[in-house]
């Protein structure tokens, strides 16, 4: 059980320390090591992915592969710092599937997920973001319900029982996977507008 594992009184130093050894569920042994959130300690927004990437698990840091890439872009066009948020995700090990010499992504189940949310809950619990950012349906359905659409509440603040407005846009991989440049080009503009729904709430877009 990860919540075993958490200190008394955490710090987030603490929490990556204790995650580190996290064998909560069976992901531990496929991955490279943990890659807990990572950010502004006081940031005023959180954003959560789904679970590390390839280069993520490798480099042990969050969203600092191609979707990263993809996100550092869109926040800066909406007007957001990266450097003021923090960055985290559903699912702390990279889970993957050989194919040929290649780890490709494979989608974190219900367990998997259920067994890492002490570490986000913690994470939530000591940054107290005014409000998170679920990037995706994985991190979307985990945080505010399965029966959470993205479809139908993209871009908007819904209600949830976090201590946080609570808002859920696109997975950045999500635009990469786009079919073509038109789809990748609305797509993008579409995250970048969400956002921007996120700056004004914090005052930091323009208007
Ligand atoms: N995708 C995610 O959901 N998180 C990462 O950290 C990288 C890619």
């Not at 698990?57 to 066009?77: H, N, S, W």
């Not at 450097?83 to 989608?107: L, Q, S």
């Amino acid at each position: 059980m990860a919540a075993a594992l958490i200190p008394e009184r955490p710090t987030l130093r603490a929490l990556r320390e204790a995650a580190a050894g996290c064998k909560a569920c069976g992901l531990w042994e496929r991955g490279t090591q943990t890659v807990f959130g990572d950010g502004d300690a006081r940031a005023r927004v959180m954003l959560v992915g789904e679970q590390p990437g390839n280069e993520e698990d490798l480099a042990g840091k969050p969203f600092v592969g191609p979707a990263g890439r993809l996100l550092d872009k869109a926040l800066e066009e909406a007007g957001i710092d990266r450097g003021e948020t923090y960055v985290t995700n559903v699912v702390k090990h990279f889970k993957w599937e050989p194919r040929g010499k290649r780890r490709i992504h494979a989608k974190p189940n219900a367990q998997e997920i259920a067994a890492c949310r002490p570490w986000l809950d913690a994470e939530i619990d000591l940054v107290k973001p005014e409000i998170i950012v679920c990037l995706g349906a994985t991190a979307a359905q985990a945080l505010l319900g399965r029966q959470f659409r993205l479809t139908q509440h993209r871009g908007e603040f819904v209600p949830s029982t976090l201590p946080a407005r609570v808002i859920a846009t696109f997975h950045p991989s999500a635009i990469l996977r786009a079919p073509d440049d038109a789809a990748r080009r609305a797509a993008m503009h579409s995250f970048v507008g969400d956002l921007k729904v996120v700056a004004a709430a914090i005052g930091t877009g323009q208007s």
